[in-house]
């Protein structure tokens, strides 16, 4: 009788552990793969400003502040057959306001003046404020940052992305 009682407590013991254990191994999977996907850029502008971004985007370099004020740039190169995931985008010299934003951007995040893009080159580039996206519809923008700038030097296959808040 003593053995059959020790068997009913092991045996308790092992549901209720997997009881518990199985939704935290499940939301640590869960978490592993939201972090896996987001760690690509594409999947990354995707999620958060429902904008198209190449798959083949490396970065090369990237600057943030910390906390809840974040401000952001980062570069990244693109395969040449890319440029089609920027062709909505606008053809036109970027203005003086968007200009004056770009540059607070880079100094906010203090990016040496060496690494700085030329802002005065031609870009293929767009601005995201609140819940815009280029596909349509509403983005997440407002549930992580106010301001996204995408500049794309088609000569250089370079794209470059500024986060701000407003």
Same mark, same amino acid.
């Given at each position: 009788m003593q053995k059959r009682t020790k068997q009913i407590w092991i =045996? =308790?013991? #092992?549901i209720l552990a997997l009881v518990v254990l199985i939704p935290v @191994?499940? !939301?640590? @999977? *869960? &978490? +592993?793969?939201s972090q896996i996907r987001s760690s690509k850029p594409a999947n990354y502008y995707a999620d958060a400003w429902g904008i198209e971004f190449p798959e083949s985007a490396k970065k090369t370099d990237s600057l943030q502040t910390e906390g809840r004020d974040w401000w952001a740039y980062a570069v990244y190169s693109v395969d040449a057959g890319d440029d089609a995931a920027f062709a909505a985008y606008a053809d036109t010299p970027i203005d003086a306001d968007t200009l004056d934003r &770009?540059? +607070?951007?880079l100094d906010r995040v203090q990016v040496p003046q060496a690494d700085r893009p030329d802002l005065e080159r031609a870009y293929l580039w767009q601005h995201f404020g609140e819940n815009e996206s280029l596909l349509g519809g509403t983005? /997440? =923008? *407002?549930?992580?940052? %106010? /301001? &996204?700038? @995408? !500049?794309? %030097?088609?000569?250089?296959?370079? #794209?470059?992305?500024?986060i701000s808040h407003k």
């Open positions: =045996a =308790a013991a #092992v @191994v499940g !939301l640590g @999977v *869960d &978490l +592993a793969i &770009l540059t +607070a951007i983005s /997440n =923008a *407002d549930k992580y940052m %106010d /301001n &996204l700038y @995408v !500049l794309y %030097d088609r000569e250089t296959h370079t #794209v470059y992305t500024f």
